[in-house]
């Protein structure tokens, strides 16, 4: 199968080599919504390269409270744990937005890294800047206002997707660790202002320069790069 028809983009960019260790023992996997690609503590089976849809990270604290803590499209790949060596991850990974993409399992991704030192440094460069993408969530939660952080969240999610981005406010709330009525308020002011269009479960950004305005810093060249691409 030639590489040109692929769109993940850290399958695109591996070297030929590397991306033919791979290809053998890949498949071609629907990935609906809610499906979940690792579960807190397990051992990781399968790793994912989404095409479409999009996989949130999510971290669990004790009680229950959630917040993702990394978003993955067709820019990156499930299994960063695999990738620096550990079998399992104290988060949940799990489908927010439907796709397809293509799986391989996490032994035969050991086997591949173990047998190329580009492909691991490759797949390593990416894992970084996964890890990069975490921290800058961090610290926007951390220092950045609702409708701020919920400007940053959709446009990365719009970055990943076409057009309309399909969640409810629940999700959404999960999504950026907070209550439902604060994103609620603050999907009412980006519409406000003239920056989205909201429906039930439904939301599309009309204005981009002025999303990223809004954001005032949080999404910059760490949300909009290709995690990917090998000069990472």
């Given at each position: 199968m030639p590489r040109s028809i692929?769109?993940?983009y850290v399958l695109k960019t591996l070297a030929p080599?590397?991306?033919?260790l791979l290809q053998p023992s890949m498949h071609r996997v629907e990935l609906a919504i809610?499906?979940?690609?690792?579960?807190?503590y397990r051992p990781i089976q399968h790793v994912y390269?989404?095409?479409t849809g999009i996989a949130s990270v999510v971290a669990t604290m004790t009680g229950g409270r959630q917040s993702e803590v990394g978003i993955i499209g067709y820019d990156g790949?499930?299994?960063?744990a695999v990738i620096l060596g550990q079998d399992r991850s104290p988060n949940e990974t799990y489908i927010q937005v439907a796709g397809n993409g293509w799986c391989l399992s996490a032994e035969d991704l050991r086997t591949a890294i173990a047998?190329?030192?580009?492909?691991?440094?490759?797949?390593?460069?990416y894992a970084h800047a996964f890890l990069v993408q975490s921290s800058r969530t961090a610290l926007v939660n951390g220092h950045s206002k609702i409708e701020e952080r919920l400007a940053r969240w959709l446009l990365m999610v719009h970055d990943r997707t076409e057009g309309k981005i399909y969640l409810t406010h629940e999700f959404l709330a999960t999504m950026?660790?907070?209550?439902?009525?604060?994103?609620t308020s603050a999907l009412q002011m980006l519409e406000y202002r003239g920056l989205i269009h909201a429906k039930r479960g439904e939301i599309t950004i009309v204005d981009r320069p002025g999303m990223?305005?809004?954001?005032?810093?949080?999404?910059?060249?760490?949300?909009q790069r290709h995690f990917g691409s090998a000069s990472s």
């Open positions: 692929f769109r993940n080599r590397d991306f033919s809610k499906a979940r690609l690792e579960e807190p390269f989404p095409e790949m499930t299994g960063a047998e190329s030192q580009t492909l691991r440094g490759s797949l390593l460069r950026l660790g907070t209550r439902r009525p604060g994103v990223i305005k809004l954001t005032r810093g949080a999404y910059g060249e760490e949300e």
